[in-house]
């Protein structure tokens, strides 16, 4: 690209104005090798303007592996007969936040699939729980589609902040990821209620899933620019065995990274993690993703016995970075890359919204 229109491309992003499709088109597709390389540099900068050199630290609990969706990409899919299930109860739960607050957690993710038996009362009374022991804390919940009963019930009792990534913005493809049971109608219904309630919203989508277009993820910019999500999780998408999608290739890591780096730039102070996702396809996708400008990570403190069978996917990295008790390897990687954890809440600090409101 033109180094014109390069630069005329950065400025947009950077300002309130709005996105038009084309420019984000091709900011995705037509940046040169120095181009991509500049645009991590900048959105670097970005992220070390806001949070110095700190990468924030979530403790993951994978509370359940029974899931009543059969997400087509997903190996924690209920048709999935390969699949080990396993559910963490009230105590466990517990356990493990204790363990997390002694390693210096300040932010405990609540993530499973959507486990009937772990219904809106049995998590609100987890929920009301943590808060009661750990009032300091942030709850975060990532626990799917509920209703608006449900995720008011469990803002009530004391849940922050909720992920649930939008997967796909284009609805053509996401009935192709997703059963008919399922629709891209009520998933945008879900993260309104969250919006509503109060709730700081994480949202995202997989790079690379089966049947995704360049012209999807341009979809899937605009959506998060109307969205205005606290949180944003993008991870390359791996295939699962067992799944209908086993045989596909997986999404790149390149791509994911450059996406990244475009997130930051337009959403300066969100909170976007290196993703497992990343770590599992590259060794060093966490330190990657870091320098492209992420600036949060979610190391794992469910019982190994547990978390080996939480697999949405394929050789699922649950060791070094993206484990709590070696904590000391993601600190080492970090340090290696001039960065350092910053084991406070990190709350999103960004006023209404990730930017000034785009209209
Ligand atoms: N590859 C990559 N990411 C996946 N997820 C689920 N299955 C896969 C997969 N096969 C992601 C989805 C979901 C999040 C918890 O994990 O985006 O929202
Ligand atoms: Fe269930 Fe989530 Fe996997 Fe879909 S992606 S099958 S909702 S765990």
Same mark, same amino acid.
């Given at each position: ?133 750990? *009032? ?8 799917? #589609?509920? @209703?608006?009963?449900?995720? %008011? =019930? $469990? /803002? ?87 799944? *209908? ?8 890591? #390149?791509? @994911?990274?450059?996406?990244? %780096? =475009? $997130? /930051? ?95």
């Amino acid at each position: 690209m033109r180094e014109n229109d390069f630069d005329n491309l950065l400025e947009l992003l950077a300002s309130p104005a709005s996105m038009p499709a084309d420019a984000w088109r091709r900011l995705l597709a037509e940046p040169d090798y120095g181009q991509r390389r500049q645009l991590a540099l900048l959105a670097r900068g970005v992220a070390q303007s806001n949070f110095s050199t700190g990468v924030y630290v979530r403790a993951l609990i994978e509370i359940s592996s029974y899931c009543r969706n059969n997400c087509n990409y997903c190996g924690l899919r209920c048709a999935n007969k390969l699949a080990q299930r396993y559910r963490l109860g009230k105590d466990e739960i517990l356990g493990c936040c204790r363990f997390a607050a002694t390693l210096g957690f300040n932010t405990f993710v609540l993530q499973g699939g959507e486990d009937p038996v772990q219904g809106d009362e049995w998590l609100a009374d987890v929920v009301a729980a943590i808060r009661s022991e750990f *009032p300091e804390k942030a709850i975060t919940l990532s626990v799917g #589609e509920r @209703t608006s009963e449900g995720y %008011s =019930l $469990l /803002r009530n009792a004391g849940a922050d902040r909720y992920l649930l990534r939008h997967e796909t913005a284009n609805a053509g493809h996401y009935s192709m990821l997703h059963p008919h049971s399922m629709s891209q109608a009520n998933r945008l219904r879900c993260l309104a209620d969250l919006k509503r309630l109060g709730y700081q919203v994480g949202a995202g989508m997989m790079v690379g899933s089966p049947g995704q277009t360049a012209e999807h993820l341009v979809e899937d910019l605009m959506l998060l620019d109307e969205l205005q999500p606290q949180m944003i999780g993008i991870g390359p998408f791996i295939p699962a065995t067992g799944t *209908p999608f086993a045989g596909e290739q997986p999404g790149s890591v #390149e791509l @994911t990274l450059q996406l990244i %780096s =475009l $997130l /930051r730039l337009r959403f300066p102070k969100a909170l976007i993690p290196a993703t497992t996702a990343v770590a599992t396809l590259c060794d060093d996708g966490t330190e990657r993703a870091v320098l492209a400008g992420a600036n949060v990570v979610m190391p794992n403190v469910t019982p190994p016995s547990y978390c080996e069978k939480y697999t949405i996917y394929d050789n699922k990295k649950n060791n070094g970075s993206e484990s709590a008790q070696q904590l000391d390897v993601l600190a080492g990687k970090l340090d290696k890359i001039g960065y350092f954890i910053d084991y406070s809440r990190g709350d999103f600090n960004g006023g209404s919204s990730a930017r000034s409101a785009v209209k």
